[in-house]
């Protein structure tokens, strides 16, 4: 069993749709959750950091943590098509020492149809 | 501040040759680190380096692997003898401080290993 699971999709949902997307972990240590947005043929850039366990939002976006279930989630508002990428979960330890330690989803393509 | 340069963008090799990948940080990041990207397959961690040093080599294959980063000039990752199995998206990343937490690691836009 993989530390991190992703639905690699591809999800495909019209534009101004709320977008879900989610990843399940089997670590209990981890503390700190990630998402990353990788553009085709480009690198992948920090879109959200969540500490431990709740909600953080930035415009659209929003991140959830569910510690007791290992499950995190990225929902988009509003959606559009330059939502268009592959979107990565990542998570690390609070012993975390090293960026080694940082274990990515494999990542979920997400199509915004205009 | 031009941000993380990585190249070639796309390198072919045939098996048996040598594969030079080239990243220059961003301005002021003394923090280098490089993953592996393969098809449908998350990033995976291979070696974090600071100015002259190795710091964390855990994720690098013992063989044919390497990288450096040099005082003056790019970090480089270096794998010889090249196998099919080496094709993959390698990317570079930087960082102003250690990353140990949610730290922003800046990525470059990779490199396309493909061996024929």
């Known amino acids: 069993q993989k530390e991190v699971e992703q639905d690699p999709g591809p999800l495909s949902v019209p534009e101004g749709a709320i977008v879900s997307l989610n990843c399940t972990y089997s670590?209990?240590?981890?503390?700190?959750f990630m998402w990353y947005r990788q553009y085709s043929r480009k690198g992948p850039e920090l879109l959200m950091y969540?500490?431990?366990?709740g909600n953080k939002e930035d415009g659209r976006f929003t991140a959830q943590v569910d510690k007791s279930s290992k499950y995190i989630s990225l929902f988009i508002r509003d959606s559009q098509p330059s939502d268009s990428a592959t979107y990565l979960c990542?998570?690390?330890?609070?012993?975390?020492?090293?960026?080694?330690?940082?274990?990515f989803g494999s990542g979920t393509r997400l199509s915004i149809r205009p | 501040n031009a941000g993380v340069m990585q190249n070639p963008r796309h390198l072919v090799r045939r098996r048996g040759q040598e594969a030079r990948l080239r990243c220059s940080p961003m301005?002021?990041?003394?923090?280098v680190y490089w993953y592996r990207q393969l098809p449908e397959e998350g990033l995976k961690f291979m070696v974090y380096l600071q100015k002259e040093n190795i710091i964390d080599e855990s994720g690098m294959p013992k063989e044919r692997f390497s990288a450096e980063f040099p005082k003056e000039g790019p970090s480089i990752l270096r794998i010889q003898q090249v196998v099919r199995g080496d094709s993959a998206a390698y990317f570079c990343?930087?960082?102003?401080?250690?990353?140990?937490?949610?730290?922003?690691?800046?990525f470059g836009p990779g490199t396309r290993l493909t061996v024929l």
């Open positions: 670590n209990s240590a981890f503390q700190y």
């Open positions: 990343a930087s960082s102003p401080v250690r990353v140990t937490g949610g730290e922003e690691q800046f």
């Open positions: 969540t500490y431990s366990s």
């Open positions: 301005k002021g990041h003394s923090h």
């Open positions: 990542a998570m690390a330890g609070l012993e975390m020492s090293s960026a080694s330690k940082i274990i």
